[in-house]
C-alpha cells in the first residue's frame, strides 16, 4: 500500500528572527527533526534592509505596511536580501547539515513578477510560473531558502513583498504555508489572539486600525493564498518553532486564516 504524498510546507520568516541568531538556529533544528518533509523558506529582512539604506544616507518610507523602493535604491535592497541576509540563513543551515541552496524568486524561471500599480516604486506582483526547479531540489532532499526579490519581464530586479512571495511559491507546489511574525498570531477587538479569522472579520478590524501596519500586508497575503488554495493559512511566532509539528500533526496554531 502506497503511503499518502505528503505536501512541501513554506515557512516565511522575517523580522526579528534575522537578528535573534538564538531564534534562527531554533527554527532550523526544528526543521532538521522533521522526518520525510519537504520545507521551503522564504524570507524579507526589512531589518537589513533598514539599517543599511541609513548607512547610504536614505530614508525608508512605507505604505500600508508595504516598503516603497526608490529605483535607485534597488540595487542596495536586492544586494542586502538576496546577497547578505540569503547568504547568511544558507551559511547558518549548511552548519546545522540541512544541505541548503539559496535562491531569488526570478531563479529557474519559478515566478515571474509585474510592476505593481500601486505607486511603491520597483515592488513586484509575483505569480507562480515554473516549479521545475523546485522539484528538483526537493527531491533531492535539499532545503531551498528563498530572498524576496524578483525580476521583471525585461529583466529589471524588484523588491516583492515577502509574504506576497511566500504565498506564490506555495501556490507553486500546492504546498502548505506558515506564516511567521513577532507575534502569536492576529489580535481582535478585544486585544486577544483570535484562533481563526476570515475576508469579512479582517476588512472590519483594519477599517478600526486594529489590524495596522506589516500585519495588514500579512493577513492580506493569507487571505489570498487561503482562497487560492482552499484551506486555511496559518500566522503564528517564531518565537514557538515547535508550533510546525503541531501544525503538521493537524493542530491549529497562531491565527488561522480562512478561505470564504
Known amino acids: 500500500m502506497n503511503s499518502p504524498v505528503l505536501k512541501p510546507l513554506v515557512i516565511k520568516i522575517g523580522g526579528a528572527i534575522l537578528e535573534k541568531e538564538s531564534a534562527l538556529n531554533a527554527l532550523l533544528k526544528v526543521i532538521s527533526q522533521l522526518e520525510n518533509k519537504q520545507v521551503v523558506l522564504v524570507h524579507g529582512g526589512g531589518c537589513v534592509v533598514d539599517e543599511m539604506l541609513y548607512q547610504a544616507g536614505y530614508t525608508t518610507e512605507k505604505k500600508h505596511g508595504l516598503r516603497v523602493t526608490p529605483i535607485e535604491q534597488i540595487g542596495l535592497i536586492s544586494g542586502a536580501l538576496a ?45 507562480s510560473n515554473n516549479s521545475k526547479l523546485l522539484d528538483c531540489l526537493l527531491k533531492t532532499d535539499f532545503l531551498p531558502i528563498i530572498s524576496s526579490i524578483g525580476a521583471l519581464e525585461n529583466g529589471d530586479l524588484v523588491n516583492v513583498n515577502a509574504d506576497d512571495a511566500a504565498v506564490a511559491i506555495c501556490q507553486l507546489l500546492n504546498a502548505e504555508l506558515l506564516l511567521l511574525t513577532d507575534v502569536n498570531g492576529v489580535k481582535g477587538a478585544d486585544g486577544e489572539y483570535l484562533s481563526s479569522l476570515n475576508a469579512e472579520q479582517a476588512d472590519s478590524l483594519i477599517q478600526q486600525g486594529i ?26 511566532s517564531w518565537q514557538s518553532p515547535e508550533q510546525i509539528t503541531q501544525l503538521l500533526d493537524g493542530h491549529g496554531v497562531g491565527t488561522q486564516i480562512q478561505p470564504n
Open 83 to 127: 546577497g547578505t541576509v540569503n547568504k547568511s540563513i544558507v551559511a547558518t543551515a549548511n552548519s546545522m547539515e540541512l544541505a541548503a541552496v539559496g535562491l531569488s524568486l526570478n531563479d529557474g524561471g519559478m515566478i515571474s513578477c509585474t510592476l505593481s500599480t500601486q505607486d511603491l516604486g520597483q515592488v513586484g506582483i509575483p505569480q
Open 211 to 236: 489590524i495596522a501596519g506589516g500585519m495588514t500586508a500579512k493577513v492580506n497575503a493569507a487571505l489570498h493564498a487561503a482562497q487560492q488554495l482552499r484551506r486555511s493559512i496559518a500566522v503564528a
